[in-house]
Each structure stands twice: as C-alpha cells, then as structure tokens.
C-alpha cells in the first residue's frame, strides 16, 4: 500500500510522513538483526526496540488520523497493521 507517494502539503504531513517512514524502516531491520542476534539477551533486546519503533509508529498514525494529514482509510489500515506487529511482538517477547 502507497500512502506517501505525492508531495506532503503542510509541512506537518511531510514531517509525519518522512518520520513514519523511518520509524517503520526500523522495526524492519530491528527485526532482521533479531533472528541473527547471537545470544538471547541481544535477541530480546532487538525485539523490544522492534517494539519501541511499531509503537512510535501507531502513535504517529494516530496523530496524522486526529489531524486529518493524510487519506484517512488508508492510515487507519495502516494503523490496524501496527496493532497486529504489536500483538505479535508482544506474544514473541513474552514466549522468552
């Protein structure tokens, strides 16, 4: 799904939109260096950042939902995507 792919028009909305982007690069490459970590101390500590990152990343879509930033069915997608990396963060972290 393409939410970002015109030019932002209020500065808000690129700010949220480039540090989105960022926020959820993150939680990606946190994720991919959690299944090389090699003990599990590294392990958990690239799932909580993984974590940290997902969350970052529903707060902001929901700042960018309430202030009306961007295409409101397509961050509430979005959004509902996050919640779900979280859950599923949140089962690996507690199976450790």
């Known amino acids: 799904m393409v939410v ?4 932002a028009k209020t500065y808000a909305s690129k700010y949220y939109a480039e540090q989105l ?14 299944a090389g970590a090699g ?3 590294d392990k958990i500590n690239k799932l909580r950042i993984s ?3 997902i969350k ?9 939902l309430k202030a009306g930033l ?7 997608k979005l959004q509902d995507e996050a919640e779900q990396i979280i859950r599923i963060l949140v089962a690996i972290i507690n199976k450790r």
């Open 39 to 41: 003990t599990e101390k």
């Open 70 to 76: 961007s295409n409101k069915d397509q961050l509430t």
């Open 4 to 7: 970002f792919d015109k030019p």
């Open 21 to 34: 982007i960022r926020s959820s690069g993150s939680v990606s490459l946190n994720f991919s260096e959690f």
């Open 51 to 53: 974590l940290k990152e």
């Open 56 to 64: 970052e990343c529903n707060n902001n879509l929901k700042i960018q």
